[in-house]
């Protein structure tokens, strides 16, 4: 026995080596063994391919519902910022119709937020109608390309055939602010129209009265020369505070006037003395007292008032000559001393005249002397002709108060005159301005719809089934050592999603948008108050992740620039309304993120599927007619009816008005896809 075991093994050991036999052996051992490695590896790897290709497939799918998911972004952007930008112009063109150096170039903005409106309605119809197209032939589309990726994977030894599947197969979408009301402009052009007539008729009213009231600041205290002021400073002795001076009729006020005479005339009746020790002189200062304390009763309860809509004066004009002092109690008053004489009761100008001998008599009015009731002092010759004389040569001439204070009480009877036809217009325009209001309001409702929601066909994802050809090993691997692999028809399963890639200012699917067409249109365009306008359109649209931050500086640039001109009352009241409005809108912010595929695990979409087919994925794939590169015959062949859909060879969504004019037409070359997949040119 055990020489018979060593015999066995000397064939494969000798002392010391191996046998040439054990050498051979192992060498045929290592060989097959090779081949067979070689040949699983290859076989392996291209079962693998089948699995690549369904990735790639699935993937191509999905990129279709990313590339719809930015297109209908887009649209909806640029419809809710289109019409927003349009509103904030034409809000902004309303106000500066009530400003003057504004109004000018108010219609023109007004004009060009309506036009902004208009291409609003147009593009909101024209992109419901594309979307709505563009979503039911969504599911042949992601077939179509998913289709073409696949056929792509091939090769000159073996052939893929596959397509992808938009899961649900249904739409979910809602674009209220695309599919609802129009925005209308004719409520806000007849508004428009309307506050601006009123607004040209208030201007002109208020110019009237700027001019009115420069003519009475002008003979209070604004002209060169001689006027109140300067009088008052050389015929009294009046402070500063009693006497002020103003450089511009804007700060200056009526009333500034009425307390100056009032100081003036209390200063000249409380100093007021005869020139000389002459009776003359006596009778000269007595009469200058009585029209001086005529005066002040004259302007003690003078006043300019502006209230509940209507200004009123009750300053009046002072006697200018005898004439018209026999109008006034200068005349009629009995205020003057009288004696009893021999000739009679006898009027004098004051108890210290000589020509007073007798008893004291009452009290008389200088009416009473030209009546013959009292006769005249036959030393002092005092009457009513005396009175009529002291106003009579100050307000002939420019050297006396009397001069400009007349100029002032006359201008300040047409300010007020002016101004109360101003007050009427100003609550016509006030009307005005809310009908405005109220139609901005109206059209501003229209675009405070909710925001869309974006569910297409494959929302929750796109599958793919994918099946390759039989394939014969290449001839390096045909040998003696190991039978000669081959591979039946396989197939395989895949699924992709859209995951957000975040988004950024600048990195977002608006802003690359605005880029394109800023550089295609070359942007700018400025128009009335507005220096560019496809500027203002472009930063509402980039903004619209966050509209109303956007919004709130854009009313803040807007209304801000036009508080820097200046406003008056109805124009602040109509800017807060619109600028409050605008603010209150309150959108809520929208993930501007840009999407992309990514696979999954085919089971998280399959579970939303709502083809029944679709219940049996792996049983469908035995149903691809291998070879196939029509996405119709496909999804027949898969159960999956998507419907007959016309697929042109380009496909507008929309028309992208341009707020300077024109439009560009977004644009899917449906061809490039179908007809690839289809084997077209």
């Not at 009778?283 to 509940?308: L, M």
């Not at 595929?597 to 794939?621: C, F, K, M, R």
């Amino acid at each position: 026995m055990e020489r018979g075991r060593s015999a066995g093994i000397d064939l494969f050991l000798e002392d010391g080596a191996y046998t040439t036999l054990t050498s051979a052996v192992s060498i045929l051992v290592i060989l097959s063994l090779l081949f067979a490695i070689a040949s699983g590896i290859w076989s392996m790897s291209r079962a693998g391919d089948t699995q690549v290709a369904a990735d790639v497939t699935a993937l191509a799918g999905a990129n279709v519902v990313s590339s719809y998911h930015t297109a209908a972004t887009v649209l909806d952007a640029s419809v809710l910022s289109m019409g927003l930008a349009g509103l904030c112009v034409t809000g902004a063109g309303l106000v500066g119709l009530l400003i003057p150096g504004v109004n000018a170039v108010a219609p023109q903005t007004i004009n060009a937020g309506l036009r902004m409106l208009e291409a609003r309605n147009k593009l909101a119809t024209s992109a419901s109608k594309g979307l709505k197209a563009l979503e039911s032939s969504l599911p042949l589309v992601i077939a179509a390309n998913g289709t073409r990726a696949c056929a792509a994977q091939g090769s000159d030894e073996v052939v893929f055939t596959g397509t992808a599947l938009a899961v649900p197969l249904s739409s979910g979408s809602d674009f209220p602010a695309l599919e609802g009301e129009q925005v209308s402009t004719e409520g806000i052009e007849s508004a428009a129209g309307e506050l601006d007539e009123a607004a040209q008729e208030l201007a002109a009213a208020a110019e009237e009265t700027a001019k009115a009231k420069e003519e009475a600041w002008l003979a209070d205290c604004g002209s060169d020369g001689r006027n109140m002021q300067e009088r008052a400073g050389k015929l009294s002795a009046l402070s500063g505070a009693e006497n002020p001076d103003y450089a511009s009729s804007i700060t200056w006020e009526p009333e500034v006037a009425l307390n100056r005479t009032r100081s003036y005339y209390a200063w000249r009746l409380e100093h007021d003395e005869p020139e000389n020790a002459s009776v003359e002189a006596a009778a000269d200062s007595a009469a200058r007292k009585a029209f001086y304390r005529y005066a002040v009763d004259h302007f003690r309860s003078a006043h300019v008032v502006e209230s509940g809509g209507r200004v009123t004066s009750t300053a009046e004009l002072l006697p200018r000559n005898t004439d018209e002092v026999r109008k006034t109690t200068l005349y009629t008053e009995s205020v003057w001393p009288t004696t009893r004489e021999g000739s009679g009761l006898v009027l004098h100008y004051g108890e210290a005249c000589p020509g007073a001998e007798g008893a004291a008599g009452p009290l008389r009015s200088l009416a009473d002397v030209e009546t013959g009731a009292v006769r005249e002092c036959p030393v002092c010759h005092f009457g009513i002709g005396d009175v009529g004389r002291v106003p009579a040569a100050s307000t002939s001439i420019d050297n006396g108060y009397e001069y400009h204070l007349r100029a002032f009480t006359e201008a300040l009877d047409a300010y007020v005159s002016c101004r109360n036809r101003e007050l009427e217009l100003e609550r016509a325009a006030q009307g005005a301005a809310e009908t405005a209001g109220d139609a901005f309001d109206e059209a501003l409702s229209v675009l405070s719809t909710k925001r869309p929601r974006i569910a297409p066909p494959g929302r929750y994802g796109v599958v793919s089934l994918v099946v390759s050809s039989e394939l014969s090993s290449p001839d390096g691997l045909d040998s003696t050592f190991a039978e000669s692999p081959s591979l039946s028809r396989r197939g395989a399963l895949s699924a992709a999603v859209l995951a957000p890639d975040a988004a950024t200012n600048t990195n977002n699917v608006l802003s690359s948008f605005f880029s394109s067409l800023e550089h295609r249109t070359g942007g700018g365009g400025a128009v009335g108050l507005i220096d560019d306008v496809m500027g203002l359109w472009g930063s509402l649209l980039v903004s619209y992740g966050d509209v109303s931050a956007g919004l709130s500086a854009l009313m803040d640039d807007l209304i801000g620039g036009l508080s820097a001109v200046g406003m008056g009352p109805i124009a602040s009241w109509l800017s807060d309304r619109i600028d409050s409005a605008v603010r209150g809108l309150g959108f809520e912010p929208v993930d501007l993120s840009s999407l992309k595929p990514v696979l999954t695990d085919s089971g998280n979409v399959l579970s939303h599927a709502d083809v029944p087919a679709l219940a049996n994925a792996q049983e469908l794939l035995r149903s691809i007619p291998l070879g196939t590169t029509d996405p119709s015959a496909l999804l027949q062949a898969l159960q999956y009816e998507v419907g007959e859909e016309v697929l042109s060879a380009s496909f507008t969504i929309a028309e992208i008005p341009l707020p300077g004019g024109g439009s560009i037409p977004l644009t899917i070359r449906l061809s490039d896809v179908v007809g690839s997949a289809e084997g077209k040119p």
